[in-house]
């Protein structure tokens, strides 16, 4: 078992280009989310999917875009990237019931830079 | 506003000494809570998690949590930490997925 991977795991980008994060898992799990970790701040949810097929916004959306290809990959994308997007980006993923939220097991992030 | 506060940003310990890390959250309904670790140069783990039942849940390496429902807390403790402790660790509820800022534990041998 792999569990979550994520590629890249570093990328420098310059203002305006364009990239996507992917993230995949093998564990079978249900729900997928994309956060960012910045000194000071925690993580923050950007965008997750319960199941396949659904995507909603989490609480810092803006300037991304998510797509939920199958059940077992979930990408990222910048449309134009800014340096306020500068950060490091995990993609986790869990196995939600009707109970709630169990606990999520992470990948091992992309560092991005945007200059 | 986060509505996952962890009383510290800094910790710093000798080894052997107790570790206590605080954590409130905001929600009033019924949530799932957590602490999750990331050693440097790691994705986080889950050191422990709470559903239901007993408040003082037990974790991986001698971590344990108490769930204060009156108090919307779950501190995490550790009567003995270790050089190998040192870590960034996050406390995190299933409301809105919410993670608070994270207290970074180093501790000197």
């Known amino acids: 078992n792999a569990g979550v991977t994520q590629t890249p795991k570093f990328q420098v980008l310059k203002t305006g280009q364009s990239m996507t994060l992917q993230c995949a898992q093998d564990?079978?799990?249900?729900?997928m989310y994309w956060y960012r970790q910045d000194p000071g701040m925690g993580l923050r949810l950007i965008y997750y999917s319960a199941s396949e097929g659904t995507t909603d916004k989490g609480e810092v959306p803006n300037g991304y875009n998510v797509s939920r290809l199958n059940k077992r990959e979930f990408s990222l994308r910048l449309e134009s990237a800014a340096p306020s997007q500068t950060s490091v980006y995990f993609c986790?993923?869990?196995?939600?019931?009707?109970?709630?939220?169990?606990?999520?097991?992470f990948g091992p992030g992309t560092r991005l830079t945007v200059l | 506003a986060q509505s996952v506060s962890q009383h510290n940003h800094h910790v710093i310990l000798s080894e052997a000494a107790s570790l206590e890390l605080g954590c409130n959250y905001s929600?009033?309904?019924?949530?799932?809570l957590f602490w999750y670790v990331q050693y440097p140069g790691q994705h986080l783990q889950l050191l422990l998690k709470y559903f239901s039942g007993d408040p003082l849940v037990k974790g991986i390496k001698g971590f344990e949590a108490e769930f204060i429902k009156s108090k919307f807390s779950f501190n995490l403790r550790k009567p003995s930490v270790q050089w190998s402790d040192t870590a960034e660790y996050f406390c995190a509820v299933s409301y809105k997925l919410s993670f608070g800022a994270g207290t970074t534990v180093t501790v000197r041998a």
């Open positions: 564990m079978n799990h249900n729900s």
């Open positions: 929600y009033g309904g019924t949530v799932n």
């Open positions: 986790a993923s869990t196995l939600s019931t009707a109970s709630g939220y169990n606990e999520q097991f």
